[in-house]
């Protein structure tokens, strides 16, 4: 059964110690936009991308290892080989992973990592405990070593048009739908903010028609200031 181990260790180490740096080799970058997108590797790994999501490797991937740096969201279908694991580097987190299925939501402005189990088996390894943590189909696991059962079909919902949430707090899906749109909410009601919805949204769906079931939800009316989206009550 495949495995994957996740490291909370510094970059600087990781590519010191894994010969990265001065001469590095050719890279490839993709970078999906407002809409989703799909990366297959020379390997076979398919990887489907969130919006506004980069991903990026160097001409060296699997001559040893297979290495690419996310920045967002990604779905991994990893081609098995036994050889030559597979790393996501994001943030300051590393996953390797033979072959198996997972998504990770790691956007620069997020304040948590979250890998979620698909198929195969995961082994989390932090300075914080002195053994690993395994997770299970259906478990995920964030920067703060906090595992929790979830819905995968919800989490990976994107992957079919539509984004789910079954229920999370109008914080979270004010976040989770800012990368979709490229924009930023602040929402100025704290206590709302906190209150847990039920909703769908489909890719392609308005930012206006998004906002306007947000507004029909919550009663909070919205307007641009700074280049920003501000949610109020009246």
């Known amino acids: 059964v495949a495995a994957i181990f996740i490291f909370l260790v510094g970059l600087s180490w990781y590519f010191v110690s894994n010969g990265f740096g001065i001469g590095e080799p050719e890279t490839y970058s993709y970078f999906t936009g407002g809409a989703p997108g799909e990366v297959r590797l020379p390997d076979g790994t398919c990887i ?6 980069s991903i990026s490797y160097t001409s060296e991937y699997g001559v040893k290892k297979r290495a690419v740096i996310l920045d967002g969201e990604g779905f991994f279908d990893v081609a098995k080989d036994e050889q030559k694991p597979f790393v996501v580097i994001s943030g300051d987190q ?3 992973v033979l072959g198996t299925k997972f998504n990770v939501r790691s956007y620069p402005s997020d304040t948590v990592f979250i890998t979620t189990l698909l198929e195969g088996s995961v082994k989390f390894v932090a300075s914080n405990f002195e053994s690993g943590k395994v997770l299970r189909p259906g478990e995920q696991l964030n920067t703060q070593v906090e595992i929790s059962v979830v819905d995968t079909d919800e989490v990976v919902s994107w992957l079919n048009n539509y984004y789910t949430f079954q229920p999370q707090s109008l914080k979270e899906i004010l976040a989770r739908m800012s990368h979709v749109y490229d924009v930023t909410f602040e929402c100025l009601d704290t206590t ?3 209150k847990s919805f ?5 890719q392609g769906q308005d930012l206006s028609d998004f906002l306007d079931v947000i507004g029909l939800a919550t009663n909070l009316k919205y307007e ?3 280049g920003k989206i501000v949610l109020y009550k009246e």
């Open 192 to 194: 709302i903010v906190n």
């Open 198 to 202: 039920r909703g769908t949204f489909y």
């Open 224 to 226: 641009k200031q700074d």
């Open 94 to 96: 590393c996953i390797s």
């Open 48 to 53: 489907k991308l969130g919006a506004n999501t």
